[in-house]
């Protein structure tokens, strides 16, 4: 794509990797020369935070905001009640109105971070999409915009047609979700000008219906945009790690844990991730991003502190680079590791090895943490455990204990009272 935008916005976006595929680029960066224009993503509310997976989507929406326009974080408490299909092997469990109301609460503390809800003319805009979906009357709906969907080319999007090539079932009732997404769209542009929808490129099918069904019923153009779906250079998908997902919410994941995923990028993954998810100047991202040798392992700790600071404040992004110092180069103990804390009734006579592993989040299962031990990689204060039976009593935990899975992952062990 050889396209020179006008606008900061799409110059960033083109710039800095965030662009995979835009419906019209020209039409696009041309209405982003008029300052103020609101743009969405959607979020729907499964869990009650959001994972590093999502945090591309997030830097979109303040990029947009950083260029003069009006970022709008839509919660799907309306569309979290079918789950969107795309792309997934089966249906997703399906939540109550409680639960999806306490996953946006969670949801919501992640965004004020990165976006200013403030009264200025690019204040983002916080809303829930059940606020139009739930009261819909279906007869209407079907008559007034179910018309305007062909099933023909729904079952030709690529999110339905996997599934349907499977042959997996696909509910009548996640068939739907296109539709509401699209009328989102709609309903967006008609109470706040929006004038553009981002989101991941397994969006793009539904983005597109949006577009469509606006035009066919307001008769306005609107835009489209998407990133690419990130994998690690190593080909893992963006957001997991080997403990499991990298919860954006302090109380899911602590800051230290957030610091430490970042610092363990590969490095070939450092330049591009640099330009993703801080707002180093591009250059500078280059410079860091082609480092070798030892030099690299400083690039992914700004990198760490960067990304960590935006989310979590620089007190906490320096309190993590304190920690990995002192574990990693001194050998110590650092007061930021995520910590275990047990009580004397829970040791008792004794806690295995095995479970204060697992008890800690270093590994899900017995089975793994006995298979750590025999591959020599579990360590308690930086000495090999090598006996899957080994118990500690209240004496041997008296001061705090370091567990460590691998050279990496690291967790204290603290008796309470």
């Known amino acids: 794509?050889?396209?020179?935008?006008?606008?900061?916005?799409?110059?960033?976006?083109?710039?800095?990797?965030?662009?995979?595929?835009?419906?019209?680029?020209?039409?696009?960066?041309?209405?982003?020369?008029?300052?103020?224009?609101?743009?969405?993503?959607?979020?729907?509310?499964?869990?009650?935070?959001?994972?590093?997976?999502?945090?591309?989507?997030?830097?979109?929406?303040?990029?947009?905001?950083?260029t003069g326009h009006r970022p709008i974080t839509l919660m799907g408490g309306g569309t979290t009640k079918i789950g969107d299909p795309s792309f997934r092997a089966e249906e997703r469990p399906l939540?109550?109105?409680?639960?999806?109301?306490?996953?946006?609460?969670?949801?919501?503390?992640?965004?004020?971070?990165?976006?200013?809800?403030?009264d200025a003319p690019n204040g983002a805009l916080m809303l829930n999409n059940a606020e139009w979906l739930d009261d819909l009357k279906y007869i209407d709906f079907l008559r007034d915009i179910g018309r305007h969907f062909s099933v023909n080319r729904m079952l030709s999007f690529e999110s339905v047609k996997s599934r349907l090539d499977r042959e997996q079932s696909l509910s009548f009732l996640e068939f739907n979700y296109m539709i509401l997404q699209a009328y989102d769209f709609l309903e967006l542009h008609r109470r706040y000008g929006c004038i553009l929808q981002m989101?991941?490129?397994?969006?793009?099918?539904?983005?597109?219906?949006?577009?469509?069904?606006?035009?066919?019923?307001?008769h306005h153009e609107v835009?489209?945009?998407?990133?690419?779906?990130?994998?690690?250079?190593?080909?893992?998908?963006?957001?997991?790690?080997?403990?499991?997902?990298?919860?954006?919410?302090?109380?899911?994941?602590?800051?230290?844990?957030f610091w430490q995923f970042w610092r363990n990028t590969t490095d070939d993954d450092v330049g591009r991730f640099l330009k993703l998810y801080t707002e180093l100047p591009v250059e500078e991202c280059d410079r860091l991003g082609a480092l070798q040798g030892s030099e690299i392992n400083e690039?992914?700790?700004?990198?760490?502190?960067?990304?960590?600071?935006?989310?979590?404040?620089?007190?906490?992004?320096?309190?993590?680079?304190?920690?990995?110092?002192?574990?990693?180069?001194?050998?110590?103990?650092?007061?930021?590791?995520?910590?275990?804390?047990l009580t004397a009734q829970e040791v008792g006579d004794g806690i295995s090895v095995v479970q204060l592993f697992v008890r800690s989040g270093l590994v899900k299962s017995g089975k793994e943490a006995k298979r750590l031990i025999a591959e020599h990689g579990a360590r308690i204060d930086d000495r090999p455990v090598t006996d899957p039976g080994l118990m500690l009593d209240a004496a041997a935990l008296a001061s705090p204990v370091k567990l460590s899975a691998g050279k990496k992952r690291h967790a204290l062990v603290r008796l309470d009272g």
């Open 1 to 66: 794509m050889t396209y020179h935008p006008k606008s900061d916005f799409m110059a960033v976006m083109m710039e800095r990797g965030f662009l995979a595929d835009c419906t019209d680029y020209q039409g696009l960066d041309e209405a982003l020369l008029t300052p103020g224009q609101p743009g969405y993503i959607g979020f729907d509310a499964t869990a009650p935070s959001l994972h590093v997976g999502s945090l591309i989507q997030i830097m979109m929406l303040r990029w947009l905001q950083k």
């Open 95 to 118: 939540l109550t109105p409680e639960q999806i109301e306490a996953n946006i609460a969670g949801i919501r503390q992640v965004f004020s971070a990165y976006l200013d809800y403030g």
């Open 199 to 218: 989101g991941g490129s397994d969006q793009w099918g539904n983005i597109v219906n949006g577009i469509d069904l606006t035009r066919r019923v307001v």
């Open 223 to 257: 835009f489209g945009l998407t990133s690419p779906l990130l994998t690690t250079s190593d080909g893992r998908k963006m957001g997991k790690s080997q403990s499991g997902a990298v919860w954006l919410n302090a109380e899911m994941l602590s800051p230290y844990e």
């Open 299 to 341: 690039a992914k700790i700004v990198l760490a502190n960067e990304v960590t600071t935006l989310l979590h404040g620089a007190e906490a992004a320096a309190a993590a680079e304190a920690t990995a110092r002192e574990v990693f180069e001194k050998g110590g103990i650092g007061e930021d590791l995520p910590t275990l804390h």
